[in-house]
């Protein structure tokens, strides 16, 4: 299973329920990795996306403890032991957890492979990531410096030591 994130540089991932800034080549490289596959959101995140409607071209899978809730185009699930069995036939390099930060901390120990673009500025943020860099993982991959807005980036995949 796989994470997708954007941080800022003290590993910041939202505020008041968004995105810290709003990158086009990152929502361009987040289509790109999660189009045709399954993503992994919580109720709130699925909200924040426009319109509050479910991606297009993905199986949006939604965790959620509220009992009755109900999003046309999504597979709702009110446990992660409910979504592992949704995804359980399912190629692991096709699905990706995409929070918020909560459904990032219940599936950490999950993922394998963390794609994740890493902002070289920092924001006011109220949600957080794990630290990456303070774990055993190894960067496999990481790309030119990009820059929109006067903002730098890059994109860096994570991968765990012990499943090289």
Not at 10 to 33: A, F, T
Not at 83 to 104: L, S
């Amino acid at each position: 299973m796989n994470a997708i994130v954007v941080v800022d540089q003290n590993w910041g991932i939202g505020k008041d329920g968004g995105l810290l800034v709003h990158l086009p080549g990152d929502l361009k490289y987040y289509k790109e990795k999660t189009i045709g596959n399954h993503i992994i959101t919580g109720r709130k995140t699925l909200e924040s996306f426009p319109g509050g409607k479910p991606l297009p071209g993905r199986e949006n899978i939604v965790l959620t403890r509220d009992p009755d809730y109900a999003k046309d185009g999504c597979v709702i699930c009110h446990t992660v032991e409910e979504v592992q069995d949704v995804v359980k036939d399912c190629d692991p390099e096709t699905v990706f957890v995409a929070g918020g930060a909560e459904i990032y901390k219940e599936f950490f120990q999950l993922c394998d492979v963390f794609y994740v673009t890493k902002i070289d500025a920092a924001f006011e943020a109220d949600r957080y990531f794990p630290d990456l860099d303070a774990m055993d993982l190894e960067i496999a991959w990481e790309s030119e410096l990009q820059e929109e807005k006067g903002i730098t980036y890059r994109f860096l995949k994570y991968v765990r030591k012990d499943n090289r």
